[in-house]
């Protein structure tokens, strides 16, 4: 099992970057697949961006796609979140996300283990 600790948010102006950070422990962290989901107020949480143990093969929501870049560097055990061109329907608190042995970008909410969430706040 691992536990994932996110950093990295805050309180950014429209257009603005930031750039969010999932520390994990673990033994096994490089054949998991890393996931980015949020949750604005009041809403369900949606799918963000997700990479596969391989680190090669990447997904995106449409409504974050060419703005976000997710990476990951497996020897710092640590997955990345880059975001530009933030707009304000971008706040929400950010989770990071792990699966077990999933070599391929995963999608949907089927994830083993997840952090606490970071705040980021869009302004307009």
């Known amino acids: 099992q691992v536990q994932l600790v996110e950093s990295g948010g805050g309180l950014v102006q429209a257009g603005g970057s930031l750039r969010l950070s999932c520390a994990a422990s673990?033994?096994?962290?490089?054949?998991?697949?890393m996931g980015w989901f949020r949750q604005a107020p009041g809403k369900e949480r949606e799918f963000v961006a997700a990479?596969?143990?391989?680190?090669?093969?990447?997904d995106y929501a449409d409504s974050v796609k060419g703005r976000f870049t997710i990476s990951r560097d497996n020897a710092k055990k640590t997955v990345y979140l880059q975001m530009n061109s933030l707009k304000p329907e971008d706040t929400a608190v950010y989770y990071c996300?792990?699966?077990?042995?999933?070599?391929?970008?995963?999608?949907?909410?089927?994830?083993?283990?997840w952090g606490q969430g970071t705040q980021v706040t869009v302004s307009s």
């Open positions: 990479v596969g143990w391989l680190g090669g093969s990447t």
């Open positions: 673990g033994r096994t962290f490089s054949t998991y697949g």
């Open positions: 996300a792990a699966v077990r042995s999933v070599a391929l970008p995963l999608r949907n909410g089927d994830y083993d283990y």
